[in-house]
């Protein structure tokens, strides 16, 4: 792992807002070609540092590299080298399909026939032909999704952010969402992602896990489930939350 290209590199990451530290001396490192997942909490940190990572939020210290490039001096760079995908999918309803390829391939700084070749193979990779001039809002949710994630990847970004990406949608979309996360990760392309489901955890390459703006594990989900004797990711953070409790009460 050590000798794969770092395309991440954060180092004493501290993020405060006045007297309240969001982000205590976050250190870690993601590869490229990486399914990294960031877990934790509601108000745990992960939004602050995923702010940070994509060039929105200064650090208030630490050094933060994204894709080659520092936080600090060069956001901008950061911006146009990843891809972002929230977990309200970021499109714009009263667009249809095609604009809204377009608008999105147009913002990553695609020129005119580039956006034409990927508007027509999104198209036709998504099955999606008979739907190319409906609005937005006239997609099914499981469509809706796979749309999104190909967006925030057509420009073939460096790393792609995915913000709880599958919440809402059924097990069925789920794994099909993964498998195109998966193709994403063998074309070189890290894949950084948040979420609630414990049982997706168990899809990372590797699982980083926040608590109270710390980072309390990181590791294989199968080594964090040996450390902790655990059958499931479930029980690894079920685990690591109940540890941490404790030992703020004490």
Known sequence: MENREKVII??????DFGGFRANDHLTFDVYKGEVFGFLGANG?????????????LKPTSGQVRVAGFDVYKQSNLIKKNIGYMSQKFSLYEDLTVSENISFYAGIYGLGFREIKKKRMELIQ??????????????????????????????????IVFLDEPTSGV???????????IYEAAANGITVFVTTHYMDEAEYCDRVSIMADGLIVALDT????KLSFRAKSMNEVFLELVRNKNNSNQQ
């Open 125 to 158: 990779k998504l099955g999606l032909e008979s739907y190319a001039g409906k609005l937005i809002k006239e997609l099914p949710l499981g469509w809706l999704q796979k749309l999104a994630f190909s967006i925030a990847i057509v420009h073939n970004p460096d």
């Open 10 to 15: 954060v180092r004493d990451l501290v993020k």
């Open 170 to 180: 059924d097990p069925i979309t789920r794994r099909q969402f993964w498998m195109m």
């Open 221 to 224: 989900p199968a080594n964090l």
């Open 44 to 56: 745990a940190g992960k939004t602050t540092a995923i702010k940070i990572l994509c060039g929105l």
